[in-house]
């Protein structure tokens, strides 16, 4: 430290002790005023009347005099002045200076008066005002020192210079050892205080510290959260902006493959659905990492029979197996698991799209077998198998197996997320994930869900599914409701090519407008997009078209170009399937072909 540079901790250092003195102030007035009025009682009889008022005038003023200051000094206090802080100090040494000369001047003008017990007692009550000093003054060795002085060295000359008074010489002594005693007391007392004070003062920076590291931090944590969340709105928004070309481009290239029978034409058509489909992958993929490292992936576990979902994995695979030759098998439908059925619906998505992808010959096979109070899910292959060097690393994020032979184009779709997307959903589940392989022979991944128990919902049967290869709508009726013009289009093109009678509207309001004309029929489906203008979406439009057939159940899709979530559960409310942009035209076909299958099983059951 430079010389003349203040210490820093010297100011809170020297306010600490300025407090300690004023709480200690009132103790030592209360001392003071005990002790003046216990040595004029005591002394009343025997003293000189004009020396003991004055004597007393003189305590009293003293006294007044150090009540006023303190009432200073709570002023300066209440203000926060540490100029008239340290001013007060000076005033305040001062003043006990003077009342210890005060007490020390008892002595001599005391002694020597009454009897043996009166002296005593005078010694007695001037030792105790030096032992209220040492608490008082602990953090002020030379103001200590200079009031012991004053008080006592006064004493001991008197008692030493009495010849009258047998034993003198000894009181003196014992006077003496007193006084080193309380110069002892003090200096400890001291010491004490001032490392209570240092410690003090190294907490109170170190609690300062902390606060502000915490302050940094949780402003730090914020400004996280805050980037965190745009970033997952930007790509949702992002992801729902650039589906709805990639939805469009899907329908005009399935409608321009039924209006022409020209192969090339249909192989430029697959070429083109391969590249929407490897788009779509690598947006869900992208939201979906997003949404788990932002903690927006609640886990709602509930008995759930497998007999639905493989009925789903069956919809939305089983064209992609049937186009790549393979056989698409599940086996355990009837089993019953305790799980997210949206979180396990989207695992096995992931496993048996991988599957399938890097499975040439043979099939796939998705099982489910009992263990003890456990269910063992399985999704089997008879792919290229994985290497044991690379087992450790596949559901590492942006990694992707290398084979023994090169890649083919599809099966080098993605961004290597799809298993690490499982494994972070399994996780979130508490669900143990394992892999086993061979090179040649395929894989098999295993995830481990608590059995769950069977319920009347689960037991009702499930309604028949058609197969959506070589749908016809031929006298269906179709309304769509879509505010995108080109997928729009797209739509009306591509269900027409399909052989149905199409409504399609760009609003709620156009839809109002057609209701009230009468329209002819019911429609059989509606299809309609989440997002709407004017603020409204497509469970307004549904909701709508139901309530003018109210005796009928109309069968529903809702297509949405964002992936958020929330939608399963309105799903479920409002009695639709969801389909996310961009839509394939085989998953449109067959989501199709599902919707009209539960309707007419229903009309049937009636």
Sequence with gaps: MKAGAPDRRRVPREVDHLRALAVQTPASLAGNAVGLVLLGAIFWPWA???AMLA???????LWLLRLAHHWRYRNAAEHDDDAALHGWRKGWRALVVAQGAMWGVAVWLFWGLGEPYHRLALLLVVYSY??????????????????????????????????????????????????VLALVMGRTAGTALRQAIELKTRTDEIAMQLRIGKAEAEAARRAAEAASQAKTQFFAAASHDLR?????????????????????????????NESVDALEGLFGELLDITRIDTGAVEVRAEPLRLRELFARLRLHFEPLAFEKGLQLTLRGGDRVVRADPVLLERILRNLVSNALRYTDDGGVLVGARARGERVLLQVWDSGIGIAEASLPHIFDEFYQVQGPRPLAPQQRKGLGLGLAIVKRLAALMEAPLAVRSRVGHGSVLELELPAGKVTRSLDAPAAGIRAPIGLALDG??????????????????????????????????????WLAEPPPRAPDLLLVDYRLPDGHTGIDALALVRAHWSGSTLPAVVITGSTMGGHEAQAEQHDYHLLTKPVLPARLRAMIAYKLGLRQGSQAAD
């Excluded at 899907?250 to 083109?272: M, T």
């Excluded at 009726?477 to 027409?496: I, K, S």
Aim: charged fraction near 15%.
């Design 48 to 50: 000189d009347r004009r």
């Design 55 to 61: 004597w007393l005038g003189c305590g009293g003023s």
């Design 130 to 179: 030096c032992l209220g000093a040492v608490q008082l003054l602990a953090g002020q060795w030379r103001l200590f020192l200079a009031l012991a002085g004053i008080v006592l060295l006064p004493a001991i000359v008197r008692v030493a210079s009495d010849a009258s008074q047998p034993w003198h010489w000894q009181m003196a002594g014992v006077m003496l050892l007193l006084f």
């Design 244 to 272: 709805q070309p990639l939805h469009a481009m899907g329908l005009f290239a399935e409608a321009l493959r039924q209006r022409s029978r020209d192969p090339e034409v249909a192989s430029l058509v697959h070429s083109i």
């Design 476 to 513: 269906r009726l179709v309304l769509v409701v879509e505010d995108e013009a080109a997928v729009r289009e797209g739509l009306v093109v591509l269900l027409q090519a399909w052989g149905a009678d199409v409504l399609a509207f760009e609003a709620v309001d156009a839809v109002q407008a």
